[in-house]
């Protein structure tokens, strides 16, 4: 880790490695840790949908091809790529090509792009586009532009699937989380000041439907959150707590928003947590979308 060159107003800290595009506003680090919680979310997160990578109905024969936008290490396009024909087309983008996988099968190529601008002769191209995980990465007014983009380069009757997380829900309300209910207030600073779609999820069905897509569908999944949710539990809390750990040099790079004031503040936030965590029954949901581009 790095010490930080910071603004006036910013928090020393020990700093993590972020994407440097300016046109983002990614807030998540592109370092090894990263990765390794990426590879690890994406295991979790398959056995909680019961093991099933694509929700969208599609038949992967030769000609079939999949664009994977934001794909972070490559982790769902090389899964899928384990379970079907490998002369099955893949391609994956990302903004930063830190985290890519260094080994990849013949079928899968993974470059550099933003999934705002594809090039322009992927018009009518693919015919499955899958998404995960851009809760912290895009601001309000780019979602439309997004699946407008999708809507551009699936062929006509593709598929886009779409993951993402709603917000915090507590089973147990009569519980007390200082640690947490601090940490939710730095995110959502966070995302304010970003003008992130911290809710995404919830509003991703209209999305879908307002840039044109059709056959809208959703599966839901309740993630139970330390030991009460068993191992898969006990790993999904652990993810969720380095999501916290990995937003540390953005809150404190903006001054730690008036809630935490030394770089020891947030620490220790981050220390309880797990303890916070293990002594309630919350769960987070997540949510698979599917839609498809119209055939005419
Ligand atoms: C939380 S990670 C999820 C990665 C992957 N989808 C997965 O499920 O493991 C979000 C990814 O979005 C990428 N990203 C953020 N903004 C982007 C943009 N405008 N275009 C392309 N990729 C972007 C980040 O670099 C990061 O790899």
Redesign the pocket.
């Known amino acids: 880790m790095a010490a930080a060159t910071l603004a006036p107003s910013a928090i020393e800290h020990s700093v993590r490695q972020h994407?440097e595009n300016p046109?983002?506003k990614?807030a998540?680090p592109?370092d090894e840790p990263e990765g390794q919680r990426?590879?690890s979310?994406?295991w979790t997160?398959k056995s909680l949908f019961g093991g099933r990578l694509v929700w969208a109905p599609i038949e992967f024969t030769k000609d079939t091809k999949v664009l994977?936008?934001?794909?972070?290490?490559g982790?769902?396009l090389l899964d899928l790529a384990s379970s079907i024909d490998p002369s099955v087309e893949m391609q994956g983008?990302?903004?930063?090509s830190r985290?890519f996988a260094k080994s990849l099968p013949k079928n899968i190529s993974l470059r550099v792009?933003?999934?705002?601008s594809h090039p322009s002769d992927w018009t009518n191209t693919f015919d499955l586009l899958n998404?995960?995980?851009?809760m912290?990465?895009?601001e309000i007014p780019?979602w439309p532009q997004?699946l407008n983009e999708m809507l551009r380069v699936l062929k006509p009757g593709g598929w886009v699937q779409i993951?993402e997380p709603s917000a915090w829900r507590d089973a147990s309300p009569d519980r007390t989380r200082p640690g947490l209910t601090t940490l939710n207030a730095l995110v959502r600073a966070l995302g304010a000041q970003r003008n992130l779609f911290l809710e995404c999820g919830e509003a991703m069905p209209g999305l879908l439907e307002k840039a044109g897509f059709v056959d809208v569908h959703k599966e839901v999944r309740s993630v139970k959150m330390g030991a009460w949710g068993g191992d898969d539990g006990v790993k999904q809390m652990v993810n969720y707590i380095d999501v916290f750990r990995g937003l540390k040099t953005p809150i404190l790079k903006a001054g730690g928003y008036g809630l935490v004031s030394t770089e020891a503040d947030f620490d220790a936030l981050i220390e309880g947590l797990e303890a916070e965590l293990e002594g309630t029954e919350g769960d987070v949901l997540y949510s698979i979308f599917w839609a498809r581009k119209p055939i005419v």
């Open positions: 994407q046109a983002s990614y998540l592109v990426l590879i979310q994406h997160c994977e936008n934001a794909t972070g290490t982790i769902w983008i990302d903004i930063e985290l792009g933003n999934l705002l998404q995960r995980f851009l912290v990465a895009l780019q997004a993951c």
